[in-house]
Each structure stands twice: as structure tokens, then as C-alpha cells.
């Protein structure tokens, strides 16, 4: 392993005087209609001659799909959900726009050749289109947490294979690569992710019993999709975080931890060996981190609201309180465990914010039910190395499974 803070040339830091893509930029958006992929496209239509769209996907939000499409002049937009392809063809009837759909078109879209891709599908079915895209062997800007959450040795060993660049579009993990530029893997000791500590970090454990999905919903700080805002709320996000971290810059997890920090402004947090510690500071708006993914090693201007440390006047920072948030340390418990434990535990995560948000389950009840889960896979000998893609989809399956059962068992 390298000296230096490269994840095995996953991440070319040291690079920061080399331009490394070329100009336009060939630029795929998977989950073009979502949040990130709304702020990246956002980005792309501030400067449009530095990139040619080539594709752009969506599930099944074909209004939106089409008229991005259309705005960006893609090559092709593709819907995952089958049932949309002819809404998708008559919205683009005359544009001159490819449109298909289904979970092959998905893929064929994320290996067209470009010299980025945005992957930026929520949950598990983005696993399928970023690998393809990481086997182009360019950039991939990750913004879709399960590569590395339920795939994380498999995904690098792809990366490395292909010789693709990966950039991490998480606030906190753009705030590292940041914080970490130039390092020597021996002079860190600590990497410390921060956290808002979501909508309920004042709340005694007896109220969070009663949380409603809209309460949660309400994140005081970001705006972003509703399952990574249901997983801020339950601070299982900073959990997943903490794994991603773990693959992507060599610490080990007892180097990782998390801290509640209220204002979102530090992102980060690298602790040295001489005592020195190295921030990163921004808005919360994702525009940032997603211009460094997209421009790196270069900085371009964005329109985010500039940060007045003055009028925020305090910077506060407190202990993850692990009784009401039981997420960032049941998913560093997953890390040790290994194997496939972080897929299962990211499946169940899915299946019980997905029960939460319909009314099915109470908001204590998500971390019981990844719990259960994963005592429930270790009882029946599911836990196990994955070793490809495969492995880990059998993992996820697995994982979906037994949460759905754990939910319907009475306890
Ligand atoms: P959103 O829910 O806003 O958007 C998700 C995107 O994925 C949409 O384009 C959606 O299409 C598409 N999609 C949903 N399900 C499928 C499927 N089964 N197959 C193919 N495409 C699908 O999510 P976000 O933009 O908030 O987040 C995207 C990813 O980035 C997540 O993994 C999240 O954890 C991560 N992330 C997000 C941050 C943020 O600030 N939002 C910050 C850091 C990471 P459609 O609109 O048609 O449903």
C-alpha cells in the first residue's frame, strides 16, 4: 500500500497540478432526476460548453428525465422501471434523444463511454450501472453510498482493475480527500466525520418512539432525497459514512469516528500525529463537494452562498449519543465483522426506512430491525466473504429477506 493517502490509486491525490480530463467533458448522470443529480446538472447548465451530456437516467420520474434531457441535449435517457418506456419515447418524440429502459439499459447507458460518470442512484440498485461505469477504466464521481457501503473491497478491486479514478461526492469524504491531500498514511492518526445530528438530536429517546416520517423528513440543514434524509435523522448515515471512509483512505476502523457538529459547517476532521488537525469547511450545499468530483484537481467557481463564520458565530461539537443512535457504531461493529455484514446490514437499513417512511415501523424501530437482522443472519451462518458482485447481491437479497420477516415476527 501506498505511503501517501491513495487508496491503492483509487484516488490520485499529489495530482493537484495536472489537468486529467479533457475538455468537454463527456459527463453520465445515473439518477439524473434525484437530488445530487439535479445539483450536478445544475453545475453542468452554469458552464455547458465544458460538457457534452451523454447519458442521462432516472426509475421512473420520466417528466423530469425527459426535460433534463432535452435541456442538456443527452445522447440517451433511460428509466429503470420498464413500464415508463413509452411515456419516456413520446416525451422525447423529435428531440433526436435515444430513449430506453430497464435494468440492461441502465447498464448499457453507465458504459457508454465517458469521462466521467455521476453515480448517483439511491440505494442498492445503483451497485449494477456504477460497476459498469467503473470498468471504463475513467472517473467515476460517487455519490451512491452501497458501492463501497455493501461492496466495498469487490467495487475497489474493480476500480483498481480498470484503472478508474473514483471521487467521492459526500460532503464529509470530499472533506477528507481535502483535509488528507499530501499526507503520509503514518502521520494520521484519526479521521472524525461530522454530523448535524438531524432533526432529533434534542429529542429524549421517549418522543423518538412517536417520530412521524414528515418530522423526520424535515433535515435542518441539507436538502437531499428522502432515504439519506430518513438515514440523517436516524444517524445510520454516519454509520455507512464511516464504512466508505474505511475503504477509501487506509485507516483502520478504530481510527474512525463520528461527531455531532449542529451548524454543518466543518465536514471533517484529520487528526495528526504532532497534534495538528486539518478541516474542511463549506456551505451545506452539495454543489461544492460535487464541482471538486467533477473539476478535480481543479476548483471552479459555484454559485453556493459563501460561509459567514461571523454571523454562524459559534462552531459546536458533541459525543454521538449511542443510546438514541445506535447506527454509526451497529455499522462500525458490521466493518469488524466483515465479509458480507455491511450489505446485510445496509439491506435491512433500506427495508426499514422504506417501512418507516409507508407508516409500517416505528423510528426506534429501524436500528432494532437492522439489529435483528444481522443476529439473524449470524445465527444461520449467512455471514460470509464476498468475493464478487454476485456474492454481494446475494448478500443484499439475503439481507432484504430477513429483514422483512424480522419486521412481520412479532417481538
Ligand atoms: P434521490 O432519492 O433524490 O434520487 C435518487 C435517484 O436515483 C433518482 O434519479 C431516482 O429516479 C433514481 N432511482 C431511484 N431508484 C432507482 C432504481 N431502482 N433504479 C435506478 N434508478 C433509481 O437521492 P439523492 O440524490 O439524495 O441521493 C443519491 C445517492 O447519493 C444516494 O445513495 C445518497 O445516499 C447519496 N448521497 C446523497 C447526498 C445528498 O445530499 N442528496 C449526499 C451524499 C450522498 P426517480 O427520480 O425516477 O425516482
Redesign the pocket.
Known sequence: MSRHFTRAAAIKLGDMGERTLSSPQRLTV??????????TLDLVGREPERFEVVAL?????VE??ARLAILHKAQVAV???ERCYAELKSQLSGSGIEAAAG?DA?IDAASRPADCTMA????A??LK?TFAAARQGRRVAL????CLVSAGDVFLGEVRASGAELLP???EHSAALQSLAGAERVAVERIVLTASGGPFRCWPIERLKNARPEEALKHPN???????TI?SATLM?KG?ELIEAYHLFPVGVDQLDAVIHPQSVVHCLVHYIDGSVIGQLGPPD?RTPIALALNWPERRATPTARLDLIKIGSLTFEPVDAARFPGPGMAKAALRRGGNAPAILNAANEIAVAAFLSGGLGFIDIARVVERTLEEAEARGLIRVTETLEDVLDADSEGRDLARMVIETPH
Do not use: C, F, R
Open positions: 445515473l439518477g439524473a432526476t434525484g437530488s445530487i443529480g439535479e445539483s437516467t432516472a426509475q421512473s420520474n423530469k428525465l428509466v429503470g422501471d435494468e441502465l448517483a442512484i439511491v440505494g440498485a445503483g450501472p455519490a451512491n453510498k452501497e461526492v459526500d460532503s441539507w436538502a437531499m432525497g428522502a432515504k439519506i438515514d448515515n455507512l452539495m
